[in-house]
């Protein structure tokens, strides 16, 4: 039997979490660093996977399939492929770097930990499974921490409203898709929550029709499309700069990814006939997230409502149904994912320095945080689509594939580009660079090392993507192979 | 010796990445060495380039030196490079002009590590502007060459001068001008990128010279539209993408703020290699993709070039800084490279049309000289004096013999003094363009003729007329690293508009095949 | 299979029973002779004694396959019955748990032996299969409830809590007890597996034959508290010493439940479509009464009261979604109420732990409780995140199957209004936990001393809750083979 890797890269996190919970609290050193070496080792083993999935063989490699509940179809099959490869690892990127950004949390280190941990387990096995049930069940269990670690860590002025809003919109998604998992459940006949054999069910196009909006847009609260995604910048906001990362970085992909595998990929006729609708809804994510993002004056605002605006690009990608655009989606998924943890850790560092995060009372962080400063350009870069970082590589494949179904709409999204552009420029201009505000004088000191681990680490994924595309985009290719065989080559 | 040659291009495109490591290593203290590094690390390229250029076989068509290799597999978009004629010229003049921007630079102060990294980013942005043989690799350079310039405005750009904008905030004039060139460009480039992907789209490739065979020829409509209003939208995005970029008449106002706010070096490069870019695609891209479109819309093209020439003389004539007159000059010489495109492109096939385009390739290179020479002088005196206003000089000859005699030499370069460079470019493309746009280019002599004048009133005002006592021993002479700049550009200046038939015969080339 | 003739073996079927029985006769004696200082054995004796009874049972008196009428007709020995046993057991051995640690219930053994017999009660509902047998089930199981409700006797609330349960107890006795004599009045039995045919032979009309069914499930919904017989269980509980609440909440729920599943599908299968709508009908304003009241409760026990409502509504769902085809809805209601008394008793049980040191029930009163005691907080986490059907907790997988449950039937309106009621539920169980976890409190230093007992019993449960969330597939078995026992 080979080395079951999925399963332990799933079940490591959650070990650590129930491990760190069990140390007395006053020892938080040994907290972080058992922190530190679980993530460290979560990373290695889905750098792993990621490198050893053997492109050319394509399909779902590293399963696993045990019999979970067998009376109602019900087992635990993990496998990975292209489309899931790059997000596991992305989760592996975020969650080492999110303890690295932890490090100084000094309120209940071990129970933040180990609330962070089971949130990676989640994740992780949303990431990774096959199995229907499966997926609701990790889904959940990804959710609810991020009321805790929210309302417990987060801005003292929203953190409970926006816990509590963030958890029940998220909860009503789920649910709401999880009705219509059921509804596939019973309507194959099949008694499996395999969704690789719920693909093969052949449901009548009636049926997909009535379901597929009730599961794409179920996840899709979660993957922000509008208009609901009123709960993404409140929760960003609010969150710890940890939570952030994971909350923007990985659980909106989460969203996006769960609407794909059970939405499109299983109801692909409904996808078909509702495409036109939800590459709409994308389209005002793109564009007025845009826009609202450029006209906010809170930092982390900013940053929420830019990953709004990204994230449509990724849900518009879905809808395009072409195979340009899943790629596309595909890279961006992962590319959004380390680009805005690097943008919430940076948010982080400056607000916990100059105690604001009021853009017009900050300005000259460069000076005493220059590596901060180059690695928030690093991501503005990213986020505007400038060609050489991993952003263009994945909204570029997108756009075309919105060009392949409807070109006007391309044209109205790639708006959002210049306005990108506008406010990160502003925000560099202004916070980085601009006069320090007299308040702050002195108060200004560069981040720990590990900090700069954090950034160096993800700056350089970023640029890496950017000028080697290759590093991921054939396996994205292979995984969108699979959806496009199930969508019937559209 | 065979990976170097058979890698010749890759080489050269990223050796200033090497240059930028190996400065990034450098502990930032050590400023001067630092720069020295900088100095000789910049003339690796250059080496490079000049063994390309003598490697080059002119007698080939087409391109040479071409590399390809795997990209972005999933849009079949390659890193494919290669040069020809034009590209060649435009090469050899990033390459000069960056060590002498660099030696330029050496005044710089504040930062000088990071300042160096961004100058060789933004050289090989540059470069790979000129190399690229795929769109998509074209878009990333073009666009990438964005950043460092932005930088370098930003943050070492000149530190006094504020803009009100709107609201009656007052923010610092860099800030503004920066801010200004960066969504000027952006926005220029969306229209490109979206034509891209729909050229990428439709052609399921980016590779140029395959393009070339195929987008030209399509016949089948294209999303619901007859195919020709289709090109004609791309066409219009690609031309405007590079219509700001030269930047062409109306969409220029970026430019005078953009020249006047940057660092010395920075100027010098951006009117020295950053304009041509927008040049380059038109010629790259714009008239071998769209050759019905171009000779269509050619005559508003010229139009637009003769509005460049003529209005940007006039506003360099009403100048009183003396940054911004040699900044709207670029304005009115790249009018000219346009003129002879818009003329080319009109005349498919011609002798005026190769005529008219050997001038605008040749304009582009003096221009890329002579602007880099004037915006170099103009911070020479900056320097000495901290103000560019040209009523605060004033009869500066006696006590600034050397500098005057070179400010003399490259302001005649500019204005088209027969026997140096320019005169023989700017009659290449009147000549070309004469039978073509005859009411055009009789405008535009109106233009050239204020070309005379501003230049010769800017030279009055700092040289001649009533001293202005104030600098009477306050005012040094240039220094040997400054004259060290200079020569060589005086050189190319001199040599070209003496025997123009060196470089004129690497662009003929090309510019024959263009059609 | 009714074996009509007496057989010594039946009394292996009994055998819980017996058992409990002797247990109680036990704890007397040791009340009598115990010193009074030793008397908080009493609870330990009564926990251990019914875990063995527990141990007992499952090696003794497991039914075979099929299960069997016995005692004349009296008990039904099935997979069902049994089942329910083991649950009951279960809680009174945790409620036992948790009343030792009370400072004034704690050492009186009468209580052991009320609850004791109430427990009794509930084994004989569960598994009576005639009219005459479940009354008096009934009644063994309510009378000693209600003195237990009213147990602290210097308590106004509890006395009223004990007297509000057993005036609404014996109205809704009474109505039910109409509804069986009616039942007997037209069909000439009392045996529930006889009525179904007696029903069909006298050939009623369905409006009569349905208006007896309601007399009678009156009796039945107020035993699990459902809309609109709901209004005593919040008074009650509040007033009731918290274990005793946690029980009623429980067991007693449980028992209702199994009764009504037996009643419902052995007696009236003739009428099933017309009592699934109208179950399906209490189902929806249950849920709905349930979690929009629990929304503004200040008090704790209160809010477990409506959430405990609100869950009777859930559990409804899969009686509701019963069909001919499927038993998917008996196994889901099964399943269902497993998690839900190890997720309730769990939950009562943070709250006596708490109750008992601070005195208060007040959710306010919860601020700090994280730093006091972390690893209180994190059961009560657990608790309560299972309560609002989170994985990977036990609440999650059985919220899962209920709703599949009506899907399978084609009530999507009804999963979606349950999973839309689970979204209000989950609300408010966050209220509580944020208070928990973030508020602060002076009390902080204070320590918070938790007794052996309560330990040991929120540990077991806990571990119940995840065995019930990540490996669901035994008692998921289990429960089918129950459902299919029924018939």
């Known amino acids: 039997m080979q080395f079951p890797i999925l399963s332990v890269i799933i079940f490591t996190p959650i070990i650590a979490g129930v491990l760190i919970l069990l140390f007395p609290a006053e020892r938080k050193t040994e907290v972080r660093v058992t922190a530190l070496a679980a993530a460290t080792f979560a990373l290695g083993l889905s750098l792993w996977a990621y490198f050893s999935y053997d492109i050319a063989a394509g399909g779902y490699q590293f399963v696993e399939k045990f019999e979970w509940l067998p009376m109602m179809g019900i087992s635990y099959h993990v496998g990975l492929d292209g489309m899931n490869a790059p997000l596991l690892l992305l989760t592996g990127v975020v969650m080492f770097t999110g303890v690295l950004i932890s490090w100084g949390i000094d309120d209940r280190p071990r129970e933040f930990f180990a609330f962070l941990f089971i949130l990676a387990t989640g994740v992780f096995g949303v990431f990774v499974t096959l199995d229907l049930f499966m997926l609701f069940f990790f889904y959940e269990i990804a959710v609810f921490p991020m009321y805790l670690l929210i309302s417990i860590w987060g801005w003292k002025e929203t953190r409970e409203y926006a816990a509590m809003k963030l958890t029940l919109y998220l909860f009503i998604g789920s649910v709401i898709a999880m009705v219509g998992a059921l509804a596939m459940y019973f309507t194959s006949g099949l008694d499996t929550f395999d969704m690789l054999e719920l693909e093969k069910a052949g449901f009548s196009t009636a049926f997909q029709q009535l379901w597929f909006p009730f599961v794409f847009l179920g996840f899709g609260v979660l993957g922000g499309i509008w208009p609901f995604h009123n709960w993404s910048p409140d929760g960003h906001v609010a969150a710890p700069t940890a939570v952030s990362m994971f909350h923007a970085g990985v659980l909106m992909k989460l969203g996006a990814f769960a609407a794909l595998r059970v939405g499109v990929m299983l109801l692909p006729e409904g996808a078909k006939f509702w495409m036109v609708g939800v590459i709409c809804l994308t389209l005002v994510n793109v564009v007025y997230g845009a826009f609202i993002a450029s006209v906010q004056n809170d930092f982390k605002y900013v940053i929420g409502f830019s990953s709004v605006s990204h994230m449509g690009l990724v849900l518009m990608g879905f809808a395009t149904l072409t195979k340009t655009g899943f790629i596309g989606s595909g890279v961006q998924m992962f590319s959004h994912g380390v680009m805005t943890a690097l943008f919430f850790a940076v948010v982080g560092m400056v607000y916990d320095q100059a105690h604001t995060r009021d853009i017009p009372h900050l300005g000259g962080f460069r000076k005493f945080m220059p590596m901060v400063a180059v690695a928030f350009i690093v991501g503005g870069l990213v986020s505007m689509g400038m060609p050489g970082f991993s952003g263009f590589v994945a909204e570029f494949p997108i756009f075309m594939g919105v060009w392949q179904s409807y070109p006007w709409v391309a044209v109205i999204g790639a708006v959002s580009i210049v306005i990108t552009a506008s406010y990160i420029i502003r925000i560099i201009g202004k916070v980085f660079f601009g006069q320090l505000p007299e308040e702050l004088e002195g108060h200004i000191h560069d981040v720990t090392v590990l900090d700069k681990v954090a950034l160096v680490f993800l700056s350089g994924i970023l640029i890496l993507l950017g000028v080697f595309p290759r590093l991921m985009v054939p396996l994205v290719e292979s995984g969108v192979e699979n959806v496009m065989r199930l969508l019937g080559g559209v | ?515 | 299979m009714v074996s009509g003739n007496f057989d010594p073996s039946m009394f292996l079927a009994i055998f819980p029973e017996i058992m409990i029985l002797v247990l109680g006769l036990l704890i007397l004696l040791f009340d009598l002779f115990l010193p009074k200082e030793q008397h908080d054995k009493l609870g330990w004796v009564t926990a251990g004694g019914l875990t063995l009874i527990i141990i007992g049972s499952l090696f003794v008196a497991q039914p075979s396959g099929i299960g069997e009428q016995i005692f004349g007709g009296m008990l039904r020995h099935d997979g069902l019955s049994f089942s329910f046993k083991m649950i009951f057991l279960f809680s009174a051995a945790i409620t036992a748990m948790f009343v030792m640690g009370m400072d004034k219930v704690g050492k009186r053994g009468e209580f052991y032996l009320l609850m004791l017999a109430s427990t009794l009660g509930m084994c004989l509902m569960s598994s009576a299969s005639d009219l005459i047998m479940l009354y008096l089930a009934i009644e063994t199981t309510s009378i000693p409830l209600y003195i237990l409700a009213g147990f602290m006797t210097e308590d106004d609330k509890s006395t009223e809590a004990g007297f509000k349960y057993l005036l609404f107890g014996a109205m809704t006795s009474a109505i039910l007890l109409y509804g069986f004599s009616l039942l007997f009045g037209f069909t000439g039995t009392t045996n529930i597996y006889k009525i179904s045919y007696g029903l069909q032979m006298g050939s009623f009309p369905i409006v009569v034959v349905f208006g007896v069914l309601l007399l009678i499930v009156t009796g039945f919904i107020f035993k699990i508290s459902a809309v609109p017989m709901h209004f005593w269980a919040p008074d009650v509980y509040e007033g009731a010493p918290t274990p005793v609440a946690g029980f009623l909440s429980t067991a007693s729920k449980a028992a209702g439940f199994s009764v009504l599943l037996r009643v419902l599908l052995i007696a009236f299968p003739g009428v099933l479509p017309y009592w699934s709508a109208f179950l399906v009908a209490i189902s929806t304003l249950t849920m709905t009464v349930g979690n929009l009241l629990a929304l503004t409760q200040k008090n704790i026990k209160r809010m477990l009261a409506y959430s405990s409502i609100a869950h009777a509504g859930y559990a409804l769902i899969g009686l509701g979604s019963i069909s001919s085809l499927s038993i998917l809805g008996i196994s889901s209601v099964v399943f269902y109420l497993v998690a839900y008394v190890l997720t309730n008793l769990a939950a009562f049980g943070v709250v006596a732990a708490f109750g008992k040191v601070s005195g208060s029930d007040d959710i306010a009163a919860y601020a700090g409780l994280s730093r006091r005691s972390p690893v209180l907080a994190l059961t009560m986490m657990v608790a309560f995140l299972s309560l609002a059907g989170m994985p990977p907790f036990g609440g999650f997988v059985v919220k899962f199957i209920v709703f599949s449950a009506a899907v399978q039937a084609n009530l999507i309106w009804l999963a979606v209004v349950g999973v839309l009621n689970s979204i209000v539920g989950l609300y408010y169980y966050l209220t509580v936990l944020k208070v928990v976890y973030l508020y602060r409190s002076e009390d902080e230093e204070k320590p918070l001393p938790i007794p052996r007992s309560y330990s040991i019993a929120l540990c077991v449960l806990v571990f119940g809750i995840l065995a019930i969330g990540i490996v669901m597939s035994p008692w998921f078995n289990l429960s089918t083979a129950a459902a299919h026992a029924l018939f």
């Open chain 2, 1 to 515: 010796m065979d990976f170097i040659s058979s890698h010749l291009l890759t080489l050269i495109l990223f050796s200033p990445v090497f240059a930028a490591a190996i400065i990034f290593i450098i502990p930032r203290e050590q400023e001067n060495l630092i720069r020295w590094s900088a100095l000789v690390l910049s003339c690796i390229p250059l080496a490079l380039t000049i063994s390309l250029w003598f490697g080059f076989d002119r007698s080939l068509e087409g391109f040479q030196y071409q590399e390809m290799a795997v990209w972005y597999s999933a849009i079949n978009s390659s890193y494919h490079i290669g040069v020809d004629g034009i590209s060649l010229t435009m090469v050899l003049l990033t390459a000069i002009l960056t060590p002498l921007s660099i030696l330029a630079s050496f005044s710089i102060k504040d930062r000088v590590k990071s300042y160096m990294i961004l100058f060789f980013l933004l050289e090989m942005g540059m470069l790979g502007v000129f190399l690229a043989l795929d769109l998509l690799i074209f878009f990333v350079f073009w666009e990438f060459g964005l950043i460092p310039m932005y930088f370098l405005i930003n943050q070492w750009g000149s530190e006094k001068g504020e803009r009100e904008i709107w609201g009656g905030r007052k923010i610092p004039a860099r800030t503004y001008a920066s801010f200004k060139f960066m969504i000027y460009t952006m926005a220029g480039s969306l229209g490109l990128l979206l034509a891209i992907q729909l050229i990428g789209v439709v052609s399921g490739t980016f590779d140029l010279p395959e393009l070339y065979k195929i987008w030209p020829m399509l016949e089948k409509p294209l999303l619901g539209l007859p195919v020709s209003t289709v090109k004609s939208i791309a066409f219009w995005a690609f031309t405007l993408a590079f219509a700001i970029k030269v930047p062409v008449w109306p969409f220029h106002t970026w430019l005078p703020d953009a020249h006047t706010e940057a660092p010395t070096a920075g100027s010098m490069i951006l009117a020295g290699v950053l304009l041509k870019l927008g040049a380059y695609g038109f010629l790259r891209f714009v008239l071998p993709l769209y050759p019905a479109e171009s000779n269509y819309f050619a005559g508003a093209l010229g139009f637009l070039a003769v509005m460049a020439i003529i209005f940007g003389a006039f506003a360099s004539y009403g100048q009183s800084d003396f940054k911004r007159l040699v900044a709207y000059s670029s304005v009115n010489h790249m009018g000219f490279v346009v003129l002879g495109i818009a003329a080319a492109a009109h005349s498919v096939g011609s002798e005026n049309a190769n005529i008219a385009m050997n001038g605008a390739v040749l304009q582009m290179f003096n221009h890329g000289l002579s602007a880099a020479g004037m915006f170099f002088l103009v911070g020479v005196i900056y320097e000495r004096t901290h103000t560019r206003n040209l009523n605060d000089f004033g009869g500066l000859f006696p006590l600034i013999p050397v500098y005057g005699g070179i400010l003399m030499f490259t302001s005649m370069a500019s204005l088209g003094l027969p026997g140096l460079n320019g005169f023989v470019s700017e009659f290449l493309v009147v000549r070309g363009s004469w039978p073509v746009f005859t009411v055009y280019t009789a405008l535009a002599m109106i233009g050239l003729l204020f070309t005379g004048a501003y230049i010769l009133r800017g030279i009055k005002q700092v040289l001649h007329g009533p001293l202005n006592e104030q600098w009477v021993g306050h005012l040094s002479e240039i220094n040997t690293r400054e004259i060290l700049v200079m020569a060589p550009l005086m050189v190319l200046m001199l040599w070209i508009g003496v025997w123009p038939a060196w470089i004129l015969d690497v662009i003929n080339r090309a510019v024959a095949m263009l059609f």
